[in-house]
C-alpha cells in the first residue's frame, strides 16, 4: 500500500510543481528511473513470492540507481554514454519483463 | 533488485512455488548473509551514494533474520538460503513482515515518492520540448551536421530560385513593355481607323445645303483636305470616317458607309484647329466653293472636341500578319 501511495504522490508532486530537471541530471534522470522501476517490479514479485525483504528492497533500490546513473556516467566520460545507456536500457528492460512475467503468473496463475 | 539474475523467467507455469526461490534466493541469501553478520556497518556504505535517503537514520535495526525463513516451506528447496535459514529462523519468522517496521515502510514511501516525482518530472521534461541542453556531445554533433546539410539544401534550392527569378524578372519587363507599346500602338490604329472613341482639339465643320447643291464630290474633297489639313480622325453626322470610308449617294441623300447623312452636315474632325480653319478657307477650297454653289460652311474651332461615333473593326478575311519568327 505504501508504495503505491507514495509512487501516486509522487507523480502528483512532480505534476504538481513541475520542476526543470537539471542541467548535470538531465541523461541520468531517465536511466535511474527506469532502473527504479525494476527495483519496483522486483520488489512487487518479491512480494507476491512472499519473501519481500523491506531493506533487501530499499538497499536494491538505491544500489540499481546509483550503479545505472555510474554506468550511463562512465559511458559519458568514455565517449559511449549512448551506447552504454541504450545498453542500460535494454538489460533493465529485459528485467522488467521477466519480473513482470512472473508476477503475471501469480496473479493470472498462467 | 534483490530478484536476482535478469534471466529468472520462470520456465514452467505449474512450478511457481518450486522455480521462484531459485530465481530470488541468491539474493535474498547474500543479502541476509551481510544482514546477520554485522548489521551496523554495512548498512552506512549501501545508503552513502544517496544521502536524501536518511543514511543516518539507517542504522535503526532492520530485522536481522534472513526471509527465507518466513516462508520456510518455498526456501527449503533453496540450496544457498538454507544453511543461513535454522539460526534465525525460529525466532523472527513472525516480524518480517513488510510494514511492521516503520522505519522500512518509511524508507519505502520515500524512494517510491522519488520515482514517482523523477517519473513525472521526466515525462514532463521530455514531453515539453527537445531538450538541446541535456543532449549529449555525439546526438549535439548529429543534430548539428543534419541542420548544416539541410541549410546547404535550402541554400541551393534559394539560389536555384534566385536564378529563375533572375531569368524571369527581365523578360517579363520586357514582355511588359512590349505590351505596353502594343496597347499603345493599338489604341493608335484604333483611332485611325474608328474603332476607338477619341477626343482633343479640333473643330466643328457645319456645312448647310439648303439648295441640295452638295455632292459626293465635296464630302471627299472635304474629307481630304482635313486629313491634308492634319485631321486625326473625324466623324460625319455620327459616322466615323475611317480608312475605307465610302461616301455614296446625290445630292441630298448622300451616305457614309451606307449610314444617311443629312443637311446641314456635322463634321467634327480632331486635329490641328488653325491649320484646319486656313487649308478649309484658302481660296479655290472646300469653303469658297461650296459658298459659290449656294452652301454655307461655318467652321467653330475647339479645345476639346469628342469623336465617339465608332465603326466596327474590319477583320481582314484573307491578308494575316506576317510572322517573322
Known sequence: MIPILGLAAGVLL?????????LWLQPYLPIAVVAALDAVFGGFRARLDGIFDAKVFVISFVSNVVVAALIVFLGDQLGVGAQLSTAVVVVLGIRIFGNAAAIRRHVFRA | MSTGPPGSSVPDGTGDDAVVPDDLGPGQGAQADAETGEPAPEEPTHEAPTPDDAAGEQPAPVDPAPEAPATGDEAAQS????????????????????????????????????????????????????????????????ILDELSARESRLRDQISDQRAALRELAPSDGQSSTALEAARARAEEIGILDGTVAAEGPGLVL?????????????????????RGAGAETMQIDGARVGVSTAVTGVPGDLAVDGQPITAPYEFVVIGSPQGMETAMNIPGGVVPHINSRGGSVTIVPSDRVVVDALRPRDRPQYAAPETDD
Open chain 1, 14 to 22: 512532480g505534476l504538481l510543481f513541475d520542476p526543470t530537471v537539471p
Open chain 2, 79 to 142: 540450496a544457498t538460503t538454507e544453511p543461513e535459514a535454522p539460526p534465525g529462523a525460529p525466532a523472527s519468522a513472525g516480524r518480517r513482515r513488510v510494514g511492521r517496521d516503520p522505519l522500512a515502510a518509511a524508507l519505502i514511501g520515500v524512494l517510491t515518492l522519488l520515482l514517482g516525482f523523477a517519473l513525472a518530472v521526466q515525462v514532463r521534461s521530455v514531453g515539453d520540448e527537445q531538450v538541446l541542453a541535456g543532449a549529449r556531445e555525439e546526438d549535439l554533433v548529429r
Open chain 2, 206 to 226: 457645319m456645312i448647310r445645303d439648303p439648295n441640295d447643291v452638295v455632292r459626293v464630290a465635296d464630302i471627299v474633297d472635304a474629307i481630304q483636305e482635313l
